[in-house]
């Protein structure tokens, strides 16, 4: 149910086609008072008011986040990074299940947010994106998107040259070399890449560089193409199709590839599961 740089991308680009141009008629908030307390809804419920009578200008995807910007200098981001179901709705009676938030259009249609996880559901203007934790996070265009066109096999091997540090802080979290990357799509590439979890960024040789660099793009790829996640449902609820090669869905499973039983270690702070064999 998480909606990762794939997914995102997904969402970004199914809104584009439902809601451009259309005009905020309301919004309503509800089961807020959790989320708030924790940072994942603004402060102030009063700020979505800010949407209504905007129309929607864009509607972008970089890293985990989504941010839908109208032409009233307003901007919603949403980013379920950990769960959530973002759905369309052609008509506004449509919208019966919960949400968290739900946008009412001009035209009748309605698009509706829920959280299940971790996530944020923020209503910013543009003056004060910068206060957004993930807008400087993923719209950061100084930290290379694995889906950028500059994102080649000779920029990764600079960006893991010389960095000693573990690949998943590399490639993971706050201080990653890249934006988008989460835990679940760190398992699947390494298993790909056939990596160790442990194994530190300036000792990979320059073939598992490439390796590593080809399972990022692979994964990412292969998740847009098949809709996603298979957990995962897009605008319209489609299921996505695609399964991940290595993460908790193959905990007391065998490797694909060799059959080990595949093991489970503790790593910044969540678990990892991996080929014992397959991964060096
Ligand atoms: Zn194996």
Same mark, same amino acid.
């Given at each position: 149910?998480?909606? @990762?740089?794939?997914?995102?991308?997904?969402?970004?680009?199914? *809104?584009?086609?439902?809601?451009?141009?259309?005009?905020?008629?309301?919004?309503?908030?509800?089961?807020?008072?959790?989320?708030?307390?924790?940072?994942? &809804?603004?402060?102030?419920?009063?700020? #979505?008011?800010?949407?209504?009578?905007?129309?929607?200008?864009?509607?972008?995807?970089?890293?985990?986040?989504? %941010?839908?910007?109208?032409?009233?200098?307003?901007?919603?981001?949403?980013?379920?990074? $950990?769960? /959530?179901?973002?759905?369309?709705?052609?008509?506004?009676?449509?919208?019966?299940?919960? +949400?968290?938030?739900?946008?009412? !259009?001009?035209?009748?249609?309605?698009?509706?947010? %829920?959280?299940?996880?971790?996530?944020?559901?923020?209503?910013? %203007?543009?003056?004060?994106? @910068?206060?957004?934790?993930? #807008?400087?996070?993923? !719209?950061?265009?100084?930290?290379?998107?694995?889906?950028?066109?500059? +994102?080649?096999?000779?920029? !990764?091997?600079?960006?893991?040259?010389?960095?000693?540090? *573990?690949?998943?802080?590399? &490639?993971?979290?706050?201080? =990653?070399?890249?934006? /988008?990357?989460?835990?679940?799509? !760190?398992?699947?590439?390494?298993?790909?890449?056939?990596?160790?979890?442990?194994?530190? =960024?300036?000792?990979?040789?320059?073939?598992?560089?490439?390796?590593?660099?080809?399972?990022?793009?692979?994964?990412?790829? @292969?998740?847009?193409?098949?809709?996603?996640?298979?957990? #995962?449902?897009?605008? $319209? /609820?489609?299921?996505?199709?695609?399964?991940?090669?290595?993460?908790?869905?193959?905990?007391?499973?065998?490797?694909?590839?060799?059959?080990?039983?595949? @093991?489970?270690?503790?790593?910044?702070? /969540?678990?990892?599961? +991996?080929?014992?064999?397959?991964?060096?």
């Amino acid at each position: 149910m998480s909606v @990762e740089l794939p997914e995102a991308k997904i969402l970004a680009k199914q *809104m584009s086609k439902e809601l451009l141009g259309k005009r905020v008629k309301s919004t309503h908030v509800q089961h807020y008072e959790k989320l708030q307390k924790i940072g994942m &809804l603004n402060k102030d419920i009063k700020a #979505f008011d800010q949407l209504v009578d905007g129309v929607v200008e864009s509607t972008t995807s970089r890293g985990n986040g989504i %941010r839908l910007k109208l032409n009233n200098g307003v901007n919603l981001i949403l980013a379920p990074e $950990y769960g /959530g179901r973002i759905f369309f709705h052609k008509s506004k009676k449509d919208a019966t299940g919960k +949400f968290h938030l739900k946008v009412d !259009f001009a035209d009748d249609s309605a698009l509706t947010v %829920r959280l299940t996880s971790m996530g944020l559901i923020h209503t910013i %203007r543009d003056d004060a994106l @910068e206060r957004s934790y993930i #807008f400087r996070r993923d !719209f950061n265009p100084d930290v290379l998107s694995p889906i950028d066109p500059e +994102f080649t096999s000779e920029r !990764f091997a600079e960006l893991l040259s010389g960095n000693k540090r *573990m690949l998943k802080s590399v &490639l993971v979290g706050k201080d =990653a070399v890249v934006v /988008g990357l989460s835990n679940s799509a !760190f398992q699947d590439i390494i298993y790909r890449a056939r990596l160790h979890p442990k194994r530190k =960024a300036a000792e990979l040789t320059k073939e598992e560089t490439q390796a590593l660099y080809d399972a990022v793009t692979y994964v990412l790829l @292969e998740r847009i193409r098949l809709g996603g996640k298979d957990q #995962f449902l897009d605008l $319209y /609820g489609n299921r996505g199709s695609y399964t991940p090669a290595m993460g908790p869905n193959m905990k007391q499973s065998t490797c694909m590839t060799c059959k080990t039983p595949i @093991e489970k270690l503790s790593l910044g702070g /969540g678990h990892i599961y +991996f080929c014992p064999k397959c991964q060096k």
